[in-house]
């Protein structure tokens, strides 16, 4: 069995498609899928973002589910700003929730990629009701495994 760890907090520096900022600590008690992504990455822009999207769209009708992005800069920094990203999600059609990944100062990495360990985007990460990770995954994640996943943590 492996060692239950418990998701760090958000640490982000804006929020997007939400009025006030979300917390994983306010999220306790609903599961949560984590997307972290960028605007330049290509597997991002032709598989994980499409998939947070149909998650975001099941999650409206369930209520125990949440679907958050995290928008995880460590590349080509001048080109993702904060209008940039709004740009984006617009043209996206992306409603879920987007948190902006706070930068670091003494590296590429920013502060919530660096606390999940995250090895670059797509990235998957999902939360159960007790804010325990009990998937982490890096690339395209498969459709119907993340859908096994949250279906147990939703039935359970």
Not at 4 to 12: F, G
Not at 31 to 43: D, E
Not at 62 to 79: K, N, P, Q, R, W
Not at 90 to 100: G, L, Q, R, S, Y
């Amino acid at each position: 069995m492996t060692e239950a760890i418990q998701a760090p907090p958000l640490d982000v520096e804006r929020w997007f498609n939400t009025d006030a900022p979300l917390t994983l600590e306010g999220l306790r008690g609903k599961v949560v899928v984590l997307h972290a992504f960028q605007m330049l990455c290509p597997g991002c822009v032709s598989h994980a973002i499409p998939q947070a999207r149909r998650l975001h769209q099941i999650a409206e009708s369930v209520g125990d589910l949440v679907v958050l992005g995290l928008h995880s800069v460590f590349e080509h920094h001048a080109a993702m700003t904060p209008v940039s990203l709004a740009a984006f999600l617009h043209e996206n059609k992306i409603t879920f929730p987007v948190a902006v990944d706070r930068p670091a100062t003494d590296g590429p990495i920013p502060h919530t990629m660096a606390a999940y360990g995250l090895r670059g985007t797509p990235s998957t990460i999902v939360i159960d009701r007790a804010g325990i990770i009990v998937r982490h995954s890096f690339g395209a994640e498969d459709d119907i495994v993340l859908g096994l996943v949250v279906g147990g943590l939703l039935k359970g």
